[in-house]
């Protein structure tokens, strides 16, 4: 009897917050160099994902190492105008929680200022139990040791739980805990998978 069910949140529950084509768009709006922001993004981006930068630390390392013609306001806010939720799959989990029979919780590598906008904004707080984030945990996927906090914090029993993700590497590590896992692709898929597993409104 599944009791759990981890949802990743980019790629799952909405867009990919801040990945490539939104630095992309970032790029291309702001007159940006892009080899050089995309170097700097991928020297940072594991410590500010994992709560060692904040949001301003982020962005004098990536963006405003030098002066620029627009505000540091205006560039974070474009940052998260560049998630959007999922309906769709969101309407999935909403459903689970609904019967109570599951508890439902994230499972994801976001930065903390990025996260929290996101359970904001989607609406996701009343739905999930706990946001096991990289930000708060201080580690991210496919680090093993992420998925065995969240299993510890949450006290769940791994042949017990599944695990829904939208990246292929990160199903590995959980799937080597006992935990079952989903590959997302859309939410009809996400709904058959569950069945399989009885999991089910």
Wanted: with cysteine; hydrophobic share 45%; glycine share 8%.
């Amino acid at each position: 009897m599944i009791t759990h069910v981890f949802f990743d949140v980019g790629g799952v529950l909405g867009s990919s917050g801040w990945g490539s084509q939104a630095r992309s768009r970032a790029v291309e709006r702001f007159g940006l160099d892009g080899p050089d922001f995309d170097r700097r993004h991928r020297e940072v981006v594991g410590a500010w994902e994992e709560g060692r930068l904040t949001l301003d630390e982020y962005l004098d390392c990536t963006v405003f190492d030098v002066p620029r013609g627009f505000a540091r306001d205006e560039f974070a806010a474009f940052m998260r105008a560049q998630s959007r939720p999922k309906p769709e799959t969101i309407a999935v989990a909403r459903a689970l929680a609904a019967t109570g029979r599951y508890r439902l919780m994230t499972l994801n590598n976001e930065s903390a200022e990025l996260n929290a906008h996101r359970v904001r904004e989607f609406g996701l707080a009343p739905t999930f139990t706990a946001f096991f984030s990289s930000c708060w945990l201080g580690v991210a996927k496919p680090a093993r040791r992420i998925y065995e906090l969240a299993l510890a914090m949450s006290q769940a029993e791994p042949a017990q739980t599944v695990f829904i993700d939208d990246r292929a590497q990160n199903l590995p590590p959980a799937r080597r805990l006992g935990m079952h896992t989903i590959r997302f692709t859309t939410a009809d898929d996400l709904r058959r998978d569950l069945a399989a597993l009885g999991v089910a409104p």
